[in-house]
């Protein structure tokens, strides 16, 4: 039972999310700062904004913070997607192209 509420509410989102990132809008992704992946899941939204502080483009996203569990189960399983995106990027690409090719959809 535990399981299945990791995989529901903990992995399944930050997965979703990851994919999404990694199919639309990795170069921005890649420029995100580690911590910030480890402390937050990330959604590119595709626009970028002059940074203050040094008046160059930075992309944007939307920033949800990471409970403890996510921390935990997600953090150690994003580390071996990035290490296999660095290694064999097209393999993630056919896993997430075919994830959300069976996924059902909503109207």
Not at 30 to 51: E, H, L
Not at 74 to 96: G, Y
Request: hydrophobic share 40%; proline share 8%.
């Amino acid at each position: 039972m535990a399981a299945a509420r990791v995989a529901t509410f903990v992995v399944t989102p930050a997965l979703a999310a990851y994919f999404y990132n990694r199919l639309h809008h990795s170069e921005a992704y890649d420029a995100v700062p580690q911590d910030t992946k480890d402390r937050y899941i990330v959604i590119m939204t595709g626009t970028s904004s002059p940074d203050p502080d040094t008046g160059n483009m930075k992309p944007e996203a939307i920033l949800i913070p990471k409970t403890d569990a996510h921390q935990i189960f997600w953090n150690p399983t994003e580390s071996l997607l990035e290490w296999a995106w660095a290694n064999k990027p097209q393999d993630i690409l056919d896993v997430a192209t075919t994830s959300s090719a069976t996924c059902p959809r909503f109207s």
